[in-house]
């Protein structure tokens, strides 16, 4: 399905200062490899990893769905792990090959709701309201709302939502419990950067007509087949950021459907391993920055800092080898600028492009990972997911933080909720910026 190509981040190719050489390599695998073993045999606890057994999952959701002709298009509502993943799976799928139309609302920015309710028939439209939690504001908030349009439409609410939320717990499980809704589960141990194989990814995805049973048969065989390339990848970046100080991880595609992928591992490497405490509480800040970036758009745009500015950065380029004849046929022949472009293809440029940015980043000894794949189908999406998940797990044990929680982002929530008025929230808001003497004004 892929193949993960290391050389460019060896002293071999780099120079000792930037690259891993052989010795570290072998003393850190020798040390680590236990770590990884325990990691192994503990992975079937684990929620995100049990997810992809389930067989029933995919009949399940069909039986669910059976009525999914009434409807146009599909709305998700949902935020970070509730709607990362199905915008992921969405754009490599391609919208040509959805059978409805897919919007995921992840934002509150009225513009862009605004924007989005003038293109919605709601006589056609299905909700699924995505929280594994059931109590995220900007959801509920947009539930809430479209509730409120279903009902002044003169429309039935239980044929338009449904919900995906925690099997017990949370205001959509119990709104569902109590008011009869449709709902599905997002299993208790499933957090949700982790949960795209879940009903959380899988539902939305089964509605636009994705094969839901490639994704899932894709992460089973990593499992089979891969597990000791999660070690590889989870150890080089660990060596890279411990051993050689590289603290951004630029992941850039060449290939425009992988770039919601980036944006989805974006979340899951930086909310899963930035944490501020260890496991036994002690402040140790660990991390590392993600950034997306696009081949070749940011060649334009970012490279010119990735290969002289500071040397933090770790680059993972993404390409697939599937190929698109375009050809160009150039009328202007008698011109250098461009005359050697005559017959080429975009495939060509776009290769010559990637090896040129390749060459020049090993060049100035940044290193750089090539993330190889066959063909951009289901199957190898699901297996990528899964690889990711399972690397950004298991570097959560060599960081030896958890990588499951985010009790950074909690001080956030409490501050709206009191800017708010909900009920239970009094956060002294101390640090009242727009008090201070410098904001200046720009006329
Ligand atoms: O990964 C996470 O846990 C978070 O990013 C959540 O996905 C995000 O906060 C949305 O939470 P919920 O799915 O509970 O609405």
Redesign the pocket.
């Known amino acids: 399905m892929f193949t993960i190509n290391y050389n460019g981040i060896l002293s071999d190719t780099i120079g000792d200062k930037d690259g891993i050489t052989k010795r570290e390599l072998e003393y850190f695998k020798q040390q680590l490899l236990p770590k990884f073993e325990r990691f192994l045999k503990n992975k079937e606890n684990l929620g995100f990893c049990k997810i992809i057994k389930k067989t029933e999952l995919e009949k399940d959701i069909e039986r669910t769905f059976n009525n999914i002709e009434e409807y146009n298009s599909i709305v998700v509502l949902?935020?970070?792990?509730?709607a990362l993943g199905t915008q992921a799976i969405s754009k490599a799928f391609g919208e040509e090959n959805h059978r409805k139309k897919l919007y995921v609302i992840d934002n509150v920015d009225p513009f862009t709701l605004d924007e989005i309710i003038s293109k919605l028939n709601y006589k056609s439209t299905l909700f699924l309201v995505?929280?594994?939690?059931?109590?995220?504001i900007e959801?509920l908030s947009q539930f809430i709302f479209f509730y409120d349009q279903i009902v002044k439409h003169n429309l039935n609410p239980h044929k338009h939502f449904i919900f995906i939320t925690d099997p017990k717990k949370g205001f959509l499980r119990n709104l569902a419990n109590e008011k009869g809704f449709k709902c599905l589960d997002v299993p208790e141990d499933v957090?949700?950067?982790f949960s795209v194989l879940s009903n959380v990814g899988l539902v939305p995805s089964y509605c636009v007509g994705v094969n839901i049973k490639d994704l899932l048969s894709g992460a089973n065989k990593i499992d089979k087949n891969s597990l000791e390339n999660v070690f590889m990848f989870s150890l080089f970046l660990y060596l890279l950021n411990i051993r050689k100080n590289k603290k951004i991880v630029v992941m850039m595609p060449y290939c425009d459907r992988l770039i919601q992928f980036s944006a989805w591992f974006s979340?899951l490497w930086a909310?899963s391993l930035g944490k501020k405490y260890g496991k036994n509480n002690e402040i140790i800040r660990t991390g590392q920055t993600p950034i997306i970036a696009r081949g070749v758009t940011d060649q334009h745009s970012q490279l010119q800092l990735y290969l002289e500015g500071p040397k933090d950065k770790i680059i993972i380029l993404l390409r697939s080898k599937e190929k698109k004849q375009l050809i160009i046929n150039n009328p202007f022949k008698e011109y250098d600028s461009v005359n050697f472009l005559d017959k080429k293809s975009f495939d060509e440029l776009y290769e010559a492009e990637f090896k040129g940015t390749y060459g020049a980043l090993l060049n100035e000894g940044i290193p750089t990972i090539i993330i190889e794949i066959e063909k951009i189908d289901m199957e190898t999406l699901g297996a990528l997911f899964y690889f990711f998940e399972l690397a950004t797990a298991f570097s959560g044990e060599l960081y030896e933080i958890n990588p499951f929680d985010?009790p950074g982002v909690e001080l956030g929530k409490k501050i709206a909720f009191t800017l708010l008025g909900k009920k239970g929230y009094n956060e002294n808001i101390a640090n009242d910026i727009e008090h201070r003497e410098y904001v200046l004004t720009c006329n």
């Open positions: 949902g935020i970070g792990g509730s995505i929280s594994k939690s059931g109590e995220t959801t957090g949700g950067r979340q909310e985010q």
